[in-house]
């Protein structure tokens, strides 16, 4: 199994700014994922991190406005930039071990709130 | 991505077996079908997957008939704490995505 970590847990934002959420992973994985949950919704997916290289980004969702970056096997970062109130949303890392297909682990998620 | 359809909500008292189908229609040879449990404000957690035939583990049992088009999540005995968002995912080793997930209300 695998223990995901994310930073921050929660966090309240102006308009117009950036923020950046850490996925720290506690085993090697082979693949890593960001999704994004509205209230009462599913989960969308965002994108792929690739281990150093870009993401691989799902239609609706753009470099520019969800930079990713993952320098490694274990650790992906997932950045917000120049937030609006339509931004407000969960944001959950995932990762899949190797050798288990379709299994994946997430973290517990970073609520982010846009003022 | 082969996409699934599921109950949007279901409720049931405690103490039954609880039943979640889910239709894939277009699953593909090597893709398996995986089950997840969410609670409110924690990620998805991992319940069982399977490819064929039936899966039992010490939490639920899943049952997939021979065509694989569909699959059906079994819980024995909910209690109140199963209450919970069930999502059924079709996938292999690639990026997997969610479809609408299924509320489960357990009733005292």
């Known amino acids: 199994s695998a223990v995901i970590s994310q930073k921050p847990s929660r966090d309240i934002c102006q308009r117009g700014t950036s923020l950046t959420i850490q996925c720290q992973v506690d085993s090697q994985v082979t693949m890593m994922f960001w999704y994004r949950q509205q209230p009462g919704q599913s989960l969308t997916l965002i994108a792929t991190?690739?281990?150093?290289?870009?993401?691989?980004?799902e239609s609706g969702f753009v470099i520019d406005k969800f930079p990713i970056s993952r320098p490694n096997l274990t650790f992906s970062t997932l950045t917000v930039s120049n937030m609006s109130p339509e931004d407000s949303s969960i944001y959950l890392c995932?990762?899949?071990?190797?050798?288990?297909?379709?299994?994946?682990?997430f973290g517990e998620g970073s609520r982010l709130t846009v003022l | 991505l082969a996409k699934t359809t599921q109950p949007i909500s279901m409720d049931s008292y405690e103490g039954q077996e609880v039943n979640i189908t889910c239709s894939h229609n277009n699953i593909a040879t090597n893709d398996y079908i995986t089950w997840y449990q969410q609670f409110p404000s924690q990620g998805p957690r991992f319940i069982i997957q399977?490819?064929?035939t039936k899966v039992t583990n010490e939490v639920a049992s899943l049952f997939i008939p021979a065509d694989r088009k569909s699959s059906t999540l079994s819980l024995p005995r909910v209690s109140l704490s199963d209450t919970a968002v069930y999502y059924c995912l079709v996938g292999g080793y690639q990026k997997v995505t969610f479809g609408t997930g299924t509320k489960l209300q357990v009733i005292p």
């Open positions: 991190a690739n281990q150093g290289s870009e993401a691989t980004y």
């Open positions: 399977g490819y064929k």
């Open positions: 995932s990762a899949r071990l190797a050798g288990a297909p379709g299994e994946l682990f």
